[in-house]
């Protein structure tokens, strides 16, 4: 099988499985865990932040954000199919009694236009507004990525508006390889920035929120509150720093497959790309009724030995990643060409 279902399908490879089982590790509880502690610091500086704070998941991190930017009766204002409000359960609702401010964007992006006007007044009627949250690159929206220009505008907006601004980079490993932006100038318009080691970067688990050291310390409480808090995790946090180490400029490669992907979909009369361009190593698609529904085009992709998810009645996503070569992606491309 061709898993293309998601860049969370990935085990880890021999150099990875070496660095876990050679890792030092303590009571990460206590805060001795050697390999924890080395890859908070090194994460937090590769993002120009003071701290760093180790979850299992990036819904935990972004939670966490949440939770530690935010009092009950506050709003984030947050693209209306972002992540932390669509595929994280109601966290903001049920976690921390906040509200999400859904904003209509451009294939998961928002701009200053977008969010001004958008505060609310201060008057007792209403929540009050606390937080803006961008996803980069963002996944419903089809693997986009923003220009630094504009995260530095929206930030700069937020902060004469009195918000915080956090970022859900759960792939922002993609937008720094696809922009050739480094990592510490999409750290900096940000107070925090959630980043997951278990999507591209092909880790088993593992994700960082990083931050200011009070808001870090605030949210390593906020951890503990919501079970994330681990023993001698450092044996994940070694595959986490061997994938920071190996797997970051590989990117490209899942890029390049995707845009082999991509062409195959265009081909086919009644698919379409949404959004046309694929920028990383999400090639979202809408098939029309010729083909029947998204369940019956990935069942006839399933008998061909390729995995893709459908995520709608007439979307599918198919993901490239460190799992999946450029040979089966030429494989996968043919089976979808046939189905034309
Ligand atoms: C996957 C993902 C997350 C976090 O997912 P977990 O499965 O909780 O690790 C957060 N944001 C985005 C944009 C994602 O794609």
Redesign the pocket.
Known sequence: MIDLRSD?VTKPTPGMLAAMSAAAVGDDVYGEDPTVNDLERHTAALFGKEAGLFV???????QIAVRVHCRPQDEILIEAT???CL??AGGPAALSGVTCHTIDGRHGLLSVADLDGKVRPDDMHSVRTRLVAL?N???RGGGTTYSLGAVNEVSRWARANGLAVHL?G??IWNAIVKTGVAAEAWGKPFDTV?V?F??GLGTP?G?MLLGPRDLIAHGRRVRKLFGGAMRQVGYLAAACRYALDHHIERLADDHANAQRIAKAVAEVPGFTLAPPEVETNLVWFEVDARHGTAKQVSERLKAEGILVAPLGTRVIRAVTHLGVTRAECERAAVAIRRLA
């Open positions: 969370t299992p998941t990036g819904t935990m991190a972004n972002s992540h932390i595929w994280e996803e690159t963002h996944n859900d759960a792939r959630a997951c278990s999507k688990a994700s």
